[in-house]
C-alpha cells in the first residue's frame, strides 16, 4: 500500500511541471486572443471569447481529473463549447425576429439571425439617417417603435447597438458621430418603456466596412447601424419550434 502511494505522489510530481507549461502557453494564447478581437466583427468576437473562456475552464477542470494531458483534453472541449456562446434562440426570440421582418419589409433592413443566436437588425442610411446627422428619421420610427415592443415582451434579453459611417471626413468627426447615431436609437427604444440599463453602444466610426467606400452606393452601405439582441442560455425555459 505504501509503495503504490509513493509511485502515485512521483508520478503526480512529474506531470506537474507538463501542467505548469500548459497552463502557462494557454494563458498567453488567451491573451493573444483578446488582443486580436479588436479586428472581429461583432459576432467573431462573441464567438471567440467564447471559445477562450470555454477553454480556460475546460484545461482547469481536465487537470484536476488528468494533469497535463487531462488540461490539453479540458481545454479543447471547453473551448468547443464556448465557442457556441451564451446565447439561446428561444420561441420569444424566434417571434421578434418574425415581428421584425413584417415592419421592416420592403425597407432595406435586413434581419437575421447569426451564428451565435443574436437577433441581428442591420440598419441602412437611407432608413435610419441623414448624411452627419444623428437625428432618427420619421421612417425609421415606426421600425423602432416595433423593436421596443419586441423587447418589452421579452424582458431576459440584452442588446447592443453599434453604429458606423463612411470613410468620408476624418475619424475626429466619423467616430463621435456613429456613437452619436447608436445613443440615438438607444435614447428612442428606452422612451418607448426599455429599461436602459439593458442596451450598451457603440460606435466604430469608417473602421468596418462591408462595402467598397470609393463608390456611392458603396458608401451609402456602410453607413449604418446594427442592432444585435441577445437573450442568455439560463434565462431561457422554451426553445425555438
Known amino acids: 500500500m505504501s509503495s ?33 478581437c ?6 467573431q468576437q ?8 470555454g477553454a480556460v475552464a ?25 465557442a457556441i456562446g451564451g446565447y439561446v434562440w428561444s420561441q420569444k426570440m424566434e417571434d421578434q425576429k418574425r415581428s ?11 434581419v437575421t439571425q447569426t451564428t451565435d ?5 442591420e440598419v441602412p442610411s437611407d432608413v435610419s439617417f441623414d448624411v452627419g446627422r444623428a437625428d432618427i428619421k420619421p421612417n425609421f420610427r415606426p421600425i423602432l417603435d416595433k423593436f421596443a415592443q419586441g423587447l418589452v415582451s421579452n424582458p431576459a434579453t440584452t442588446v447592443r447597438i453599434v453604429g458606423h459611417t463612411d470613410s ?20 428612442y427604444v428606452v422612451g418607448h418603456g426599455v429599461d436602459t440599463r439593458r442596451i450598451a453602444i457603440d460606435g466604430r466610426g469608417s473602421h468596418e466596412p462591408i462595402a467598397d467606400n ?8 456602410n453607413r449604418r447601424v446594427e442592432i444585435f439582441v441577445a437573450e442568455q442560455a439560463a434565462a431561457s425555459s422554451t426553445p425555438a419550434r
Do not use: W, Y
Open 100 to 110: 421584425m421582418e413584417q415592419a421592416t419589409s420592403g425597407t432595406g433592413v435586413a
Open 58 to 82: 475546460g484545461a482547469a477542470i481536465g487537470a484536476v481529473a488528468g494533469g497535463g494531458r487531462g488540461a490539453a483534453i479540458g481545454a479543447g472541449v471547453g473551448a468547443g463549447v464556448g
Open 117 to 121: 443566436n443574436q437577433l441581428k437588425l
Open 4 to 36: 503504490t502511494l509513493t509511485q502515485r505522489s512521483r508520478s503526480h510530481r512529474r506531470s506537474s511541471p507538463r501542467t505548469g507549461r500548459f497552463f502557462l502557453h494557454l494563458m498567453l494564447a488567451t491573451v493573444a486572443l483578446a488582443s486580436g
Open 38 to 43: 479588436a479586428s472581429m466583427t461583432e459576432t
Open 168 to 187: 468620408s471626413g476624418t475619424d475626429a468627426i466619423n467616430d463621435p458621430l456613429s456613437v452619436n447615431r447608436a445613443a440615438s436609437v438607444r435614447e
Open 214 to 221: 470609393s463608390t456611392d452606393v458603396g458608401r451609402a452601405k
Open 46 to 53: 462573441t464567438t471567440a471569447k467564447g471559445a477562450g473562456i
